[in-house]
């Protein structure tokens, strides 16, 4: 059974850091794998999503890479912000026929301090 | 586009009370979904829908619930009786299907306490 585990549930760093948001995945055989924000009462935000044949995908000052073989994925923010403060989650997508067979990790909540 | 759209924001309802909840997904989109979302248990799925079509329930926790959605703009979940354990924030997102790679839309969210 496939799990999503992200690791540390909370992180809390100064303004102008650079840090690294970590997600595990017990099964390789994955389609895909998305980073989501979700700000304090509202919906979630699709950062990034990377296929199982990619290694890294980048937007701005965010880079998301994939190892598939050792089940793990990164979220890197440069350069972080007191915007950039949210809860971070990942979902992995499981079956090549649908984009909805995500499993979901409970989430990294960040806190960038001014 | 406007994104998703979920109505109400926030709904307070005593137990045993019907509750409906409202998405609009984005224009175009062909799949939609609810899900739930609380401390204990995270992100669960509850149902989806393709071409207006549910596809997978599993999730629907109880017969209490129940999903529709009539034409390509608009879907209701229903919780009928409600109950305090009903209470959570009600995601609805969508998505178009283009080989399974397309990003998922989330809605705001309503969030729903039953007394």
């Known amino acids: 059974k496939q799990e999503v585990t992200q690791i540390p549930a909370a992180l809390s760093v100064p303004e102008g850091e650079n840090l690294v948001l970590n997600c595990s995945f017990t099964?390789?055989?994955?389609?895909?794998l998305q980073w989501f924000r979700q700000d304090p009462g509202k919906g979630l935000t699709s950062l990034l999503l990377i296929q199982s044949s990619q290694r890294e995908q980048t937007s701005g000052r965010l880079n998301a890479s994939l190892d598939k073989s050792s089940g793990r994925s990164t979220l890197y923010i440069a350069a972080s912000q007191p915007g950039d403060s949210a809860t971070y989650l990942c979902?992995?997508?499981?079956?090549?026929?649908?984009?909805?067979?995500?499993?979901w990790g409970a989430g990294t909540k960040l806190i960038i301090k001014p | 586009d406007a994104g998703v759209i979920q109505s109400p924001r926030h709904e307070v309802t005593e137990m045993g009370q019907e509750v409906t909840l409202r998405c609009k997904p984005i224009s175009g989109h062909d799949y939609l979904f609810w899900y739930r979302q609380t401390m204990m248990r995270g992100l669960e799925l509850l149902i989806y829908f393709n071409n207006n079509v549910p596809i997978d329930d599993s999730g629907m926790p109880e017969d209490r619930f129940s999903a529709k959605m009539p034409n390509a703009s608009f879907s209701t979940l229903k919780i009928q009786p409600s109950e305090p354990r009903d209470s959570a924030v009600y995601f609805c997102?969508?998505?178009?299907?283009?080989?399974?790679?397309?990003?998922?839309?989330f809605g705001s969210g309503t969030q729903l306490s039953v007394l």
């Open positions: 979902a992995v997508n499981l079956t090549s026929c649908s984009n909805y067979q995500l499993i």
């Open positions: 099964d390789s055989a994955i389609y895909n």
């Open positions: 997102a969508s998505s178009l299907y283009r080989g399974t790679n397309e990003k998922l839309f």
